[in-house]
């Protein structure tokens, strides 16, 4: 069974960074892709970004663009959000997942969710 672990969210203060990382255990096979998404309180969960796993190529929410960037290192079955220039907004909690194929909302295992608190 696959099993996705994230973790490296804190407190940080507007403008600050934190890098958060997602581990991938148990695959028979790579996943199409990993994401990123967050939810903040009282909000629905959204899209942050993503990177297929064999061709690394990256997506983004527009409201990340120039901030973010999602990184994965194949050997490790690691993923990373790196997030720069943090903004209060930014707040909530983050969440890994796979997406097992291109089809919209096909998704495999989730992380338990990290924690990302930006103050002001």
């Known amino acids: 069974q696959v099993q996705v672990v994230d973790s490296g969210g804190g407190l940080v203060q507007a403008g600050g960074s934190l890098r958060l990382s997602c581990v991938a255990s148990g695959h028979t096979f790579s996943p199409y892709a990993m994401d990123w998404f967050r939810q903040a309180p009282g909000k629905e969960r959204e899209f942050v970004a993503s990177i297929t796993w064999r061709g690394g190529m990256t997506s983004y929410a527009n409201f990340v663009k120039g901030r973010f960037t999602i990184s994965r290192d194949k050997a490790k079955n690691t993923v990373y959000l790196q997030m720069n220039s943090l903004k209060p907004e930014d707040t909530g909690t983050y969440y890994c997942?796979?997406?097992?194929?291109?089809?919209?909302?096909?998704?495999?295992?989730w992380g338990q969710g990290t924690q990302v608190t930006v103050s002001s």
């Open positions: 997942a796979e997406q097992l194929s291109a089809v919209l909302g096909h998704f495999g295992s």
